[in-house]
């Protein structure tokens, strides 16, 4: 899988909800009314980053969760992150 160019990348940040570029990286946080909260956020996450083959960074501080998306093995930002992001937006608009 390719790269995304900075227009591209742009483009999609357009649809994606809370997400900015971080150097290499699509990234979001997000807060949540409770540490288990968070946590459910972060199992059903899990799930569909397992069923997508992709796996994020995540990190959990009480009721924040950071999420970090890029391809490593491309040396950064693919449609894989595009795509995951998506569906992670899909996993927040179910969890509110």
């Known amino acids: 899988m390719g790269l995304l160019d900075a227009a591209e990348i742009d483009h999609a940040l357009q649809d ?18 409770s540490f288990m909260d968070a946590i459910r956020f972060i199992d059903r996450v899990a799930v569909v980053a397992e069923d997508a083959d992709h796996h994020p960074e995540l990190s959990n501080v009480y009721w924040n969760v950071g999420i970090r998306l890029t391809t490593h093995d491309a040396g950064g930002i693919t449609e894989l992150d595009v795509e995951l992001a998506r569906a992670i937006d899909g996993v927040v608009e179910a969890a509110s």
């Open 16 to 33: 994606l909800d809370g997400w900015r570029r971080e150097g290499d990286a699509l990234c979001r946080d997000l807060r949540f009314p």
